[in-house]
């Protein structure tokens, strides 16, 4: 499993120690509150850090506008790792109560996106080891993928994108998590290589080396399906 960022313990489910925001708040509350939040979509950074300082001196409030900003990407995110909406929400609220309850450890060693985003993809790798008699692959299908076939398409055209668009999201599921997280999060969530390998929790150099094993799953899965989509 993905071990958290260096210097910045990752969240625990016990409860909070003394003096941490945490304490003598409803666990759930920031969690829950802060998905309805999404409805800002960003926050400067200035604005940012004001908002880490507040949540962590125990303003549920901030830490609601601070994690809300994401939640929307953060659930796309788990939907495209899991494959299962209703997990995927479920999920994303332990996301919010995990990040709640390590708020106050958060050193600022890397941005706030990206400590939030190692802990979804943890509790995303947590949730497909603890998954009983799951099946060979994750099904994922074009909403989690969000590719739409090009409106100026003739009917027939856009029948053979929509099933390339299919074989590759079945090429996606069947990717083992580690290789599926490389290539979700970089050319689909379109992160930078830096990035996506501190959420990864890896070396840039071992991040290159998962995607691209993943780029030559996924091609060698689409194989003819693609020649055939494209006209070749």
């Known amino acids: 499993m993905t071990r958290p960022p260096s210097g910045e313990p990752g969240p625990q489910t016990g409860s909070p120690g003394g003096g941490h925001p945490g304490a003598g708040q409803p666990a759930?509350?920031?969690a829950s509150r802060a998905s309805a939040a999404s409805a800002?979509?960003?926050v400067s950074p200035v604005a940012e850090a004001e908002l880490i300082a507040?949540?962590?001196?125990?303003d549920v409030g901030a830490f609601e506008r601070l994690s809300g900003a994401y939640a929307d990407r953060l659930f796309m995110l788990l939907l495209r790792l899991l494959g299962d909406r209703a997990e995927a929400e479920d999920v994303a609220q332990e996301v919010m109560l995990r990040a709640?309850?390590?708020i106050g450890r958060f050193q600022a060693r890397s941005s706030y996106f990206t400590w939030l985003y190692r802990i979804a993809v943890n509790e995303a790798n947590r949730a497909l080891e603890k998954r009983a008699r799951r099946p060979a692959s994750v099904p994922l299908g074009p909403e989690e993928l969000r590719?739409?076939?090009p409106p100026d398409q003739d009917p027939a055209r856009q029948a053979e994108t929509r099933e390339l668009r299919l074989a590759l999201a079945r090429a996606l599921g069947d990717l083992p998590p580690p290789l599926r997280t490389a290539i979700v999060l970089r050319d689909i969530e379109g992160l930078s290589t830096r990035e996506a390998a501190g959420i990864a929790g890896i070396g840039q150099a071992a991040f290159k080396s998962r995607l691209h094993q993943a780029r030559l799953r996924v091609r060698a899965a689409l194989g003819d399906q693609a020649l055939v989509t494209s006209g070749g």
């Open 28 to 30: 759930a509350s920031p």
């Open 54 to 58: 507040r949540a962590q001196a125990g």
């Open 40 to 42: 800002v979509s960003s």
């Open 147 to 149: 590719l739409p076939a």
């Open 100 to 102: 709640w309850r390590a």
